[in-house]
């Protein structure tokens, strides 16, 4: 079992940044990969970013590459996300999730089984 708590979200403006965070406890951290997804109203929710469970890989849509950057803390037990340049179309919540299972590769929601409760990210225009 893992469980994972969001926090860092908030209103800001656009051309803002925001730096959430997502700490995790139950299973051992650093055998896993984390990624981060979000959700705007009347939408499906979205791959924003990933890390490998070392840390030495990580992957983005297109959305938000060279914008948003994600990180790890293993000795913290927490992973984080670095948004920078936010754009009004940013805006949804934000969900941290854990892909403890095999057979990771990067943005394929089915591959996280383990889901935080959501942070709400506005970015005003």
């Known amino acids: 079992q893992v469980q994972l708590v969001e926090s860092g979200g908030g209103l800001v403006q656009a051309g803002g940044s925001l730096r959430l965070s997502c700490a995790a406890s139950?299973?051992?951290?650093?055998?896993?990969?984390m990624g981060w997804f979000r959700q705007a109203p009347g939408k499906e929710r979205d791959f924003v970013a990933t890390?490998?469970?070392?840390?030495?890989?990580?992957y983005y849509p297109d959305s938000v590459k060279g914008r948003f950057t994600i990180s790890r803390d293993n000795a913290k037990n927490t992973v984080y996300l670095q948004m920078n340049s936010l754009k009004p179309e940013d805006t949804a919540v934000y969900y941290c999730?854990?892909?403890?299972?095999?057979?990771?590769?990067?943005?394929?929601?089915?591959?996280?089984?383990?889901w935080g409760q959501g942070t709400q990210v506005t970015v005003s225009s």
């Open positions: 999730a854990a892909a403890t299972s095999s057979g990771w590769s990067g943005g394929m929601i089915d591959e996280y089984d383990y």
């Open positions: 139950g299973r051992t951290f650093s055998s896993y990969a």
């Open positions: 890390i490998s469970w070392g840390g030495g890989n990580t």
